[in-house]
Each structure stands twice: as structure tokens, then as C-alpha cells.
Nanobody, 118 residues
Framework: QVQLVESGGGLVQAGGSLRLSCAAS????????VGWLRQAPGKEREFVSR????????DYADSVKGRFTISRDNVKNTVDLQMNSLKPEDTAVYYC???????????WGQGTQVTVSS
């Protein structure tokens, strides 16, 4: 069993910052990547960012490049998402997920709400 627990969401004004954290436990060895995805009301879930467990390689959606930074701590088994210069369109439930190299995700956290007011 894999358990992913997100924390750090909340309400922030546009231009502000939030830091999300994902703590992973259990049988995580199948995953090569840890990712953050988000789902806004009435929209499909979309990719935000991911990082490889081993090499720390990162990917970002174009909409968050230059504003969000993903990082990992292999000792603590945590992955953080630093979100700066937040915009109202970043409002969504943010999910942490484990996956493989082809953007397939097989384990999910419960999600954390991020709300950016204008």
C-alpha cells in the first residue's frame, strides 16, 4: 500500500506564495516520478509538475514555468511544490501522485485546496 498525504494548501491573494508538501510512505519503489496535478471546478485534472526520485529531473507545465518549483527530499520521502506569483487561475485542488516516465499516475493523495483571490 502507498500513502500520499498533501499539506500546505490555503487561501492567498494574487501575487502571493504557498508551499505544498507531499509525504509518501509504503510501497513507493514502483514509482519513478512524483508529480503534482490539479483540478479546478468544472475542468479536467491537469499536470502541473513532476520530479524523478533518483536524478531529480523536473518537468513543468507551461502555465507554471518560472513561478513554481518542485523539489524532493529522498531521506524524508517528501516532495514540495513552491508556488510563487500565484494567479486566480491557479485556484484548484492540488494532488500529489506517483507515476512512471510516461505521465501515467497510479497512486494519488487526497488533495489540498489552493484558492487565489484577485
Amino acid at each position: 500500500q502507498v500513502q500520499l498525504v498533501e499539506s500546505g494548501g490555503g487561501l492567498v491573494q494574487a501575487g502571493g506564495s504557498l508551499r505544498l508538501s507531499c509525504a509518501a510512505s509504503g510501497r513507493t519503489f514502483r514509482a519513478t516520478f512524483v508529480g503534482w496535478l490539479r483540478q479546478a471546478p468544472g475542468k479536467e485534472r491537469e499536470f502541473v509538475s513532476r520530479i524523478s526520485w533518483s536524478a531529480g529531473n523536473t518537468d513543468y507545465a507551461d502555465s507554471v514555468k518560472g513561478r513554481f518549483t518542485i523539489s524532493r527530499d529522498n531521506v524524508k520521502n517528501t516532495v514540495d511544490l513552491q508556488m510563487n506569483s500565484l494567479k486566480p487561475e491557479d485556484t484548484a485542488v492540488y494532488y500529489c501522485a506517483l507515476g512512471g516516465p510516461s505521465m501515467t499516475w497510479f497512486s494519488w493523495g487526497q488533495g489540498t485546496q489552493v484558492t487565489v483571490s484577485s
